[in-house]
């Protein structure tokens, strides 16, 4: 069974540092993996998809890398701003699910963070 | 979220009653999911759909029936609810095009407490 880890599981940081947050799988047989925002009593809002083919990708001050070998992907976010508070979820869809289109994603617990002023 | 909507948003029920929980979608997006999330756990797929009348089982489906007899609509069931089935509740949509699966759009949850 797929496991999803989360490394850390909270994270405090003053306004403007780089950050990294940390998501490793236990099977490297993934389809692709994407990162999730969740804001409190809200859904997920998804960030950014990478296919099992693809290193990394980029989306304005977010970009999220993908090591297969080594089972693991980074969510690094420059210059945090108080409003990028939330939880992010990374989630895994299996290799077993390529070639449907069906696409069930398996979670890690997630990263809570602040940014304070 | 848009095109997404998820029902009651809170309740709280008695141990051993049936509850319903409904999600509905504008989007006409054939994949239907439902997850629940726990401290601790994360999220965890319980069941899922592919198509009207076409649902299958996830991670944690003990417990739990659905349907679909819309595509608009997915309906969750607790036959009889236990207090380890209090969580909140979140159905997500998802579509395809030319074989690859969109992203994915999550309703706002249902808090469920069972007492």
């Known amino acids: 069974k797929q496991e999803v880890t989360q490394i850390p599981a909270a994270l405090s940081v003053p306004e403007g540092e780089n950050l990294v947050l940390n998501c490793s799988f236990t099977?490297?047989?993934?389809?692709?993996l994407q990162w999730f925002r969740q804001d409190p009593g809200k859904g997920l809002t998804s960030l950014l998809l990478?296919?099992?083919?693809?290193r990394e990708q980029t989306s304005g001050r977010l970009n999220a890398s993908l090591d297969k070998s080594s089972g693991r992907s980074t969510l690094y976010i420059a210059a945090s701003q108080p409003g990028d508070s939330a939880t992010y979820l990374c989630?895994?869809?299996?290799?077993?699910?390529?070639?449907?289109?069906?696409?069930?994603?398996?979670f890690g617990r997630g990263t809570q963070l602040t940014v304070w002023p | 979220d848009a095109g997404i909507t998820q029902s009651p948003r809170h309740k709280v029920t008695e141990t051993g009653t049936p509850v319903t929980l409904r999600c509905h979608q504008t989007?006409?997006?054939?994949?239907m999911y439902w997850y629940r999330q726990d401290p601790g756990h994360g999220l965890r797929l319980i069941h899922y759909?592919?198509?009207?009348?076409?649902?299958d089982k996830g991670e944690v489906s003990d417990g739990y029936s659905v349907s679909r007899s819309k595509t608009e609509d997915f309906l969750l069931t607790l036959e009889s609810a236990t207090s380890s089935q209090t969580s909140v509740y979140f159905c997500?949509?998802?579509?395809?095009?030319?074989?690859?699966?969109?992203?994915?759009?999550f309703g706002s949850g249902t808090r469920l407490t069972v007492v």
């Open positions: 997500a949509i998802s579509e395809s095009t030319g074989g690859a699966v969109e992203g994915y759009t």
């Open positions: 099977d490297s047989a993934i389809y692709n």
């Open positions: 990478i296919q099992s083919s693809q």
């Open positions: 989630a895994e869809r299996p290799e077993a699910d390529r070639g449907s289109t069906l696409g069930r994603l398996y």
């Open positions: 989007e006409n997006h054939r994949y």
């Open positions: 759909s592919y198509g009207v009348k076409d649902t």
